[in-house]
């Protein structure tokens, strides 16, 4: 029986997989696909590929592993959000998460599944082709380095990720990243976002960013799924896991984002952790800081939320001062506050001169809150790496008046 099966099977494999005499692989439309390495192609490659037609080929590598592929050669008709002709890449074989659409010939990085399995497929429309496609597919261990399309494991004490793309183009559309940060077991993660512009949806419907609160996507754990073009605000792990997946359509795309990561002591974290008003588990689409000038932030309605009490736990700095002097930045302003008392550092860059102490603060839109030469205020804001406070309409700033000073006292000796 053996025999038998192998006098029919054998030539026909040795077809698909090598032609006679030369050993060119010869590329047929899909197949199923074992092992731990292997090459797939176009039907036909490296000729043009066929018109108006679809092709599945389902990996498998040994259990325990999980599929990386990577293409080494890349030539389907080029569409900004390949319509036409597309290479998607799923992981897994069946109802799998899409890793990415490709199309073009700028090749992606390494894409690799989370299981054992990985189905590719290729669709082409009725005009114009290209050479298609020629990828090879190994079984690598999961967690495994290497140049990666997009996400993975990142281990360093600091670090960034970014959408594919950034900065030169928009991100792709039918793409999913997901980056898992993992701190030592005594640390925590802070996680920040300077860059920001993902296709906006009041529900984050198409594409967005979620960030869960450990290493796996779960609902429970889920600390907010944003879009839009304001950073969403900093986000503190409970443990030393935090996972970030970014999640693109097939439609409208965008600038896409650029995010930096830190590892902190646990100490240091507890305080944001126990705080009554966390930030980072405001309701989803809501975001509470802005770091950068946009026109979309400054169109807004002017309007103060929340109260004094609110915020002082979510601003970074509090700080009472006089407006010295305010100078135009383009749409923003760079305001400069003669100190009259700090309630919360939180980084802040303060200058001294002889007793006085001054602060430089970007009042991103210039109208929002607007402010007046000589008055005193409460400013509260965030901070930037370089300890440059930063107010958004988001953030909240009022007239001072000295029977605040009080409640600022009270506030500060309470434990966020
Ligand atoms: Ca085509
Ligand atoms: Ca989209």
Not at 67 to 79: A, G, I, K, W
Not at 217 to 232: H, L, N, Q, T, V
Not at 285 to 308: F, I, N, P, V
Request: glycine share 10%; proline share 5%.
């Amino acid at each position: 029986m053996r025999i038998f099966v192998w006098n029919i099977l054998g030539p026909l494999l040795s077809t698909v997989i090598c032609a006679q005499r030369n050993q060119r692989p010869v590329f047929t439309c899909g197949g199923n696909f074992t092992g731990d390495m292997g090459f797939i192609g176009s039907p036909g490659y490296p000729a043009v590929y066929p018109a108006n037609t679809k092709c599945v080929w389902r990996v498998t590598v040994p259990q325990g592993k999980v599929v990386s592929l990577t293409f080494r050669v890349l030539d389907l008709e080029s569409d900004s959000l390949c319509r036409y002709d597309f290479v998607d890449i799923y992981d897994g074989h069946i109802n799998g998460q899409r890793l990415g659409r490709f199309c073009g010939t700028s090749r992606p990085g390494a894409l690799v599944t989370n299981s054992n399995k990985m189905q590719v497929v290729m669709v082409s429309d009725a005009n114009t082709a290209g050479s298609g496609f020629l990828a090879v597919y190994s079984a690598v261990r999961p967690n495994e380095r290497g140049d990666r399309y997009c996400g993975g494991i990142l281990d360093s004490p600091v670090g960034t990720l970014k959408t594919p793309n950034w900065p030169e183009k928009d991100y792709p559309a039918g793409v999913t990243c997901s980056w898992h940060i993992v701190a030592p077991q005594n640390q925590t993660i802070e996680l920040w976002f300077d860059k920001f512009d993902v296709e906006r949806d009041n529900y984050c419907r198409y594409d967005h960013v979620a960030v869960y609160n450990g290493g796996e996507k779960s609902e429970g754990r889920k600390i907010g799924k944003f879009c839009g073009d304001s950073p969403p605000g900093r986000v503190y792990s409970d443990g030393n896991h935090l996972l970030i997946q970014f999640l693109s359509d097939l439609s409208l795309t965008a600038d896409g984002f650029i995010g930096h990561y830190r590892f902190r002591s646990k100490s240091i974290t507890t305080i944001y952790n126990t705080s009554p008003y966390p930030t980072v588990t405001a309701p989803t689409t809501t975001r509470a800081t802005a770091l950068t000038y946009s026109e979309a932030l400054c169109k807004q309605k002017c309007k103060r939320t929340g109260t004094l009490e609110t915020h002082y736990c979510s601003s970074s700095f509090v700080i009472t001062g006089t407006l010295i002097s305010a100078v135009m930045r383009g749409e923003s302003v760079l305001a400069t506050f003669s100190i009259i008392s700090v309630y919360k550092e939180g980084g802040l860059a303060i200058q001294q001169a002889g007793k006085s102490m001054s602060t430089r603060v970007v009042i991103l839109c210039k109208k929002c809150p607007l402010v007046r030469r000589g008055l005193n205020y409460i400013v509260m804001g965030q901070t930037d790496e370089e300890g440059q406070g930063i107010i958004s309409p988001y953030n909240f700033m009022m007239a001072f008046k000295v029977k605040k000073h009080r409640d600022l006292s009270v506030l500060k000796n309470m434990r966020c």
